[in-house]
Each structure stands twice: as C-alpha cells, then as structure tokens.
C-alpha cells in the first residue's frame, strides 16, 4: 500500500487522482484525458462494446496498484490477477464513483460522498503568488 508521501507524489505527477481500497487492494487511477472519455462515451452507447467501457478506462488510467508505481506493471497485475480474480469489481459503486469523480461527473463538493474506501486527490495547489 502507499503511504501519504508517495500518494502525494502521485498526485504532484498527474494531478487529480482517485484511490480505491477494495477488498484488501489499493488502486489508484489518474483523470482521464479528454480522448479517453469521449472513447468511453462512444464504447458505452455501442451493444457490441457497453460491457467492457469501464474497465477499458480504468486499464488507461491505472497509475498504481498496491504499492506498485510503475503503471505499466500496475496495469498488468491489475488485468491478470485483480480483475480475474473479480472481474465484476470495475460494476462496484466505489469504482464506478471514483471514475465520475475523476472524469467530472460528480462535481467536487460531491466527492465526498462517494463513500469509505474511495478517495479524491485534486491537482497541487498553486503556491506562487498572484498578480
């Protein structure tokens, strides 16, 4: 698991970031790019593709997964062994409130309420003064 330190080294990285605890498993995703929402939108108005739209971005956005940091080895252990061993996980409202969070359906005094084991990470606040 990562301690506060490197989640706000994760958050100085990519900015907006949201943490999922789910059954003993720490995952942290980034906001999503604009490309990958609109990709999300398309997916889940399809038939052939509405299953697979929320774990396909939150494969895009995974940045860790139980303490590992190196998001490439994060999202393949979160494919190969997180989402087989619960490949129903990404249909859990933590999942599913964090990725709104993220990708701004849930407006930020919402984030709150999104429930224990999820959290929302905002972009580092400017400390440089204005003019």
């Keep these: 698991m ?5 989640l706000e080294e994760l958050r100085a990285k990519f900015g907006k970031i949201g943490v999922v605890e789910y059954n003993g498993h720490q995952i942290v995703f980034r906001k999503p790019t604009r490309d990958q929402a609109r990709d999300y939108r398309r997916k889940k108005e399809s038939d052939a593709e509405r299953t697979d739209a929320l774990d396909q971005l939150a494969q895009a ?4 997964f139980d303490g590992e940091i190196d998001a490439n080895r994060a999202r393949t252990t979160f494919t190969t062994i997180f989402l087989e061993d619960y490949p129903m996980a990404m249909n859990h409202p933590k999942f599913m409130g964090c990725m709104s969070a993220l990708s701004g359906l849930v407006e930020e005094e919402d984030e709150k309420e999104l429930g224990k084991g ?3 990470k905002g972009p580092p606040r400017s ?5």
């Design 118 to 120: 999820v959290s929302i």
């Design 61 to 64: 956005t995974i940045v860790a």
């Design 127 to 131: 400390t440089s003064p204005t003019a």
């Design 2 to 6: 990562l301690d506060d330190t490197q």
